[in-house]
């Protein structure tokens, strides 16, 4: 598959959007529907992106609408005999990435009640049900989503990382019965292959499911950022939290906890993604200052120094490795530039 900026004005495109069209017309009255024409698909401030597959035939589409304020997605289909291949996220992948480049700060999108394939999919992507924007008024027929994205305003981009193998997406909380399955197999896998993650082996699913509730319950309380990578198939890969701190002095300071990287998925930069994401979501919360501690000599502690983590020291007996041996810990710190 590949996916690239095209011109909608080309007769297998334009194919596509007919068919977008005919369905649409099955499910929402003319007043209900928000669809742009061709003209407004080719404006200067608009993105148009296309999904080929591999013989070069267009399979979907999605466009981008860049104001000063947010960027709209728009036209978002896939032909359903190519549906279940990744190929609509990878399309939001893309799209995204378009956003970033313009340092848009907020994406937002409207769709509807009677398409909950999509709805699910925005949710998965990081994307929460809000009210109306820009003209949009209150409609039973419409659904309201945004998306808050990291800008580029220093000297690298803090933006969620996209790769073409997998993408980072933001979970919210009714996304628990879903993803605890998923969830569970990252934690149960890295355990289980010696990972000093806070747990003891044998790591059974009951175990892994009653961490991940907790979690969640955490989420629900925004105490805390939890953040998955999805293959390119949708499958959970990985996980990262950002947990903000709690003393009332700290308002500015988050700690980086549960970097998890399911062992089919290592050495793809799944970890080195995960860990810019969490910066940009903490920086996005207003969170300058991160902390965290890994298993010293373990394969982690050179990513952070990599990834421009400063080293404070090393603890020694800090914890037990899953088999009961004693490790140590060194902890790292990060000072991130503050969202202007």
């Known amino acids: ?18 068919e977008l069209d005919a369905y649409q017309d099955t499910l929402y009255p003319p007043e209900s529907r928000h669809a742009l ?123 969620f990382p996209m790769n073409s193998d997998f993408f980072i997406a933001r979970v919210s909380p009714e996304e628990e019965t879903a993803l605890l399955p998923e969830l569970g197999d990252v934690l149960v896998d890295c355990v289980s292959g010696g990972a000093s993650v806070s747990f003891m082996a044998p790591m059974t699913r ?11 319950a955490s989420l629900r309380a925004e ?26 002095n700290q308002p500015h300071r988050a700690d980086i906890a549960k970097l998890l990287v399911h062992s089919r998925a290592r050495r793809k930069g799944v970890a080195s993604a995960l860990m810019h994401a969490a910066e940009a979501a903490a920086l996005t919360a207003g969170r300058t200052l991160l902390v965290l501690d890994t298993e010293t000599g373990g394969a982690a502690e050179p990513l952070y120094a990599g990834l421009g983590w400063s080293r404070c020291g090393v603890i020694p007996d800090y914890a037990l490795m899953p088999d009961g041996a004693p490790c140590a810990a060194t902890v790292f710190y990060k000072s991130l530039q503050p969202l202007r």
């Open 1 to 18: 598959m590949h996916i690239a900026l095209e011109s909608p004005d080309q007769p297998e495109v334009l194919a596509l959007i007919a």
């Open 37 to 159: 024409d061709l003209a407004a698909l080719e404006q200067a401030n608009l993105r148009f992106v296309v999904a080929r597959d591999a013989f070069g035939r267009a399979v979907g589409c999605g466009a981008l609408v860049l104001s000063d304020a947010f960027g709209e997605l728009k036209r978002m289909y896939v032909r359903p005999q190519n549906r279940g291949a990744g190929i609509a996220r990878a399309i939001i992948q893309r799209l995204e990435q378009e956003a970033h480049k313009a340092a848009c700060p907020v994406l937002a999108l409207e769709t509807g009640p009677h398409q909950p394939e999509a709805l699910a999919l925005y949710a998965r992507c990081g994307y929460a049900r809000t009210g109306p924007f820009g003209n949009y008024r209150d409609d039973p027929l419409s659904v309201f989503m945004q998306k808050r994205l990291a800008t580029r305003n220093t000297e690298r981009e803090r933006a």
């Open 223 to 248: 105490e805390r950022v939890v953040l998955v990578a999805r293959d390119a198939d949708g499958v959970v890969c990985g996980t990262v939290q950002v947990v903000f701190a709690g003393p009332e």
């Open 206 to 216: 009951d175990k892994a499911e009653r961490f991940w509730r907790g979690v969640f």
